[in-house]
T-cell receptor
Framework: AQKVTQAQTEISVVEKEDVTLDCVYE???????LFWYKQPPSGELVFLIR??????QNEISGRYSWNFQKSTSSFNFTITASQVVDSAVYFC?????????????FGKGITLSVRP | NAGVTQTPKFRILKIGQSMTLQCTQD?????MYWYRQDPGMGLKLIYY???????DKGEVPNGYNVSRSTTEDFPLRLELAAPSQTSVYFC?????????????FGPGTRLTVL
């Protein structure tokens, strides 16, 4: 069975600080996909990134970066120079296989508060 | 494209009442999903569909029913509402073309059962 653990529940930082959100996953499959979603206070879910299990390259998108390490089954998310608008709940999710029944398994989410 | 739309945005039900949560997507996606999000928790899959006329249970299907008569619509039915069904419900859809694509989520329906 697949599982996603986000051990941090709440993180509070001051604006311009860097912050890393941790994600650890469990799966028996060799092919799988990892995701990060953002849920701002308005409630919608915003897709941030997808990574497949064969691509261990780290990715950077503006102030966001992701560190995928298969050796430790982790897919961590770093926000550089955080801003108040980054305040949200962040979910890490895992999907095995490719069919429709390859359901997303979500972690419990990390509430990030960025103070001015 | 409007993407994935859900109605209503908010609803309060009394125990034992029934209702249908509507979900429509205009992206011609074959795969559609219903999730519920309880406070402090991630999303859990209720039902999913691979196309019109085909549905299957997810992780937490009890107390719910779905139908998929068209590609666009995937309504979720609560027959006898219970307080345990108080939650935020998200509908999502995904394309089947190309490599694995992310699920697109609707804005959610906040349901309270009293």
């Amino acid at each position: 069975a697949q599982k996603v653990t986000q051990a941090q529940t709440e993180i509070s930082v001051v604006e311009k600080e860097d912050v890393t959100l941790d994600c650890v996953y469990e799966t028996r499959d060799t092919t799988y996909y990892l995701f990060w979603y953002k849920q701002p206070p308005s409630g919608e879910l915003v897709f941030l990134i997808r990574r497949n299990s064969f691509d261990e390259q780290n990715e950077i998108s503006g102030r966001y970066s992701w560190n995928f390490q298969k050796s430790t089954s982790s897919f961590n998310f770093t926000i550089t120079a955080s801003q108040v608008v980054d305040s949200a709940v962040y979910f890490c999710a895992l999907s095995e296989a490719l069919g429709a029944n390859s359901k997303l398994t979500f972690g419990k989410g990390i509430t990030l508060s960025v103070r001015p | 494209n409007a993407g994935v739309t859900q109605t209503p945005k908010f609803r309060i039900l009394k125990i034992g009442q029934s209702m249908t949560l509507q979900c429509t997507q205009d992206m011609n996606h074959n795969y559609m999903y219903w999730y519920r999000q309880d406070p402090g928790m991630g999303l859990k899959l209720i039902y999913y569909s691979v196309g019109a006329g085909i549905t299957d249970k997810g992780e937490v299907p009890n107390g719910y029913n779905v139908s998929r008569s068209t590609t666009e619509d995937f309504p979720l039915r609560l027959e006898l509402a219970a307080p345990s069904q108080t939650s935020v419900y998200f509908c999502a859809s995904r394309s089947t073309s190309g490599s694995y694509n992310e699920q697109f989520f609707g804005p959610g329906t906040r349901l309270t059962v009293l």
